[in-house]
T-cell receptor, first 115, second 116 residues
Framework: GENVEQHPSTLSVQEGDSAVIKCTYS??????FPWYKQELGKRPQLIID?????GEKKDQRIAVTLNKTAKHFSLHITETQPEDSAVYFC??????????????FGSGTKLNVKP | GAVVSQHPSRVICKSGTSVKIECRSL??????MFWYRQFPKQSLMLMAT?????????EQGVEKDKFLINHASLTLSTLTVTSAHPEDSSFYIC????????????FGPGTRLTVL
């Protein structure tokens, strides 16, 4: 199976600063890496994702980088705002075979953006 | 588009009773559905994966007789927690994929189960 590790577990930044969250995965068969934002008591919301054949993807203030060789990927949030405060999860999609897949999640990072 | 609903949103039951949670894809056919469990301030733990037309595949350590999953149709999956005990209290979230093996999964709003 897959093992996804995520760091740091908590992250406090000043409004306007950048935040970086890092994840590693263990199985080279994983080929899709989404990032989710989850607010208390709510469902995870996809904020950005990247496929294994791409090294970097950006969407406004959010970017994700992937290093397949090292099996790690990172979330970068620039110009952070108080509304970015939430728990962020990385995930890796493991392909178990033809048309069979499943997702494994990192342990989460609680981001606190101080105004 | 790609909306997933879950019912009930909250349930409180007595120890020993069974609880059924429904997960529905409202505007698409879900060939694959996933069930997750989330403890407070912890990550989502995959419990099982169900593909249309086949039995659910359970993750290691998840009791299949305890957590019964039925992918009844392309728009409905149910999770039944049988003979629930206080340690089964948790937040259960389902998700669905529109096409087998497709990238994105769409999450339901979750069900908070409390077993007294």
């Amino acid at each position: 199976g897959e093992n996804v590790e995520q760091h740091p577990s908590t992250l406090s930044v000043q409004e306007g600063d950048s935040a970086v969250i890092k994840c590693t995965y263990s199985d080279s068969a994983s080929n899709y890496f989404p990032w989710y934002k989850q607010e208390l008591g709510k469902r995870p919301q996809l904020i950005i994702d990247i496929r294994s054949n791409v090294g970097e993807k950006k969407d406004q203030r959010i970017a994700v980088t992937l290093n397949k060789t090292a099996k790690h990927f990172s979330l970068h949030i620039t110009e952070t705002q108080p509304e970015d405060s939430a728990v962020y999860f990385c995930a890796a999609r493991y392909m178990g075979g033809y048309n069979f897949n499943k997702f494994y999640f990192g342990s989460g990072t609680k981001l606190n953006v101080k105004p | 588009g790609a909306v997933v609903s879950q019912h009930p949103s909250r349930v409180i039951c007595k120890s020993g009773t069974s609880v059924k949670i429904e997960c529905r894809s409202l505007d698409f056919q879900a060939t694959t559905m996933f069930w997750y469990r989330q403890f407070p301030k912890q990550s989502l733990m995959l419990m099982a994966t169900s593909n249309e037309g086949s039995k659910a595949t359970y993750e290691q350590g998840v009791e299949k007789d305890k957590f019964l999953i039925n992918h009844a149709s392309l728009t409905l999956s149910t999770l039944t927690v049988t003979s629930a005990h206080p340690e089964d209290s948790s937040f259960y979230i389902c998700s669905a994929q529109q096409v087998k093996g497709y990238n994105e999964q769409f999450f339901g709003p979750g069900t908070r189960l409390t077993v007294l």
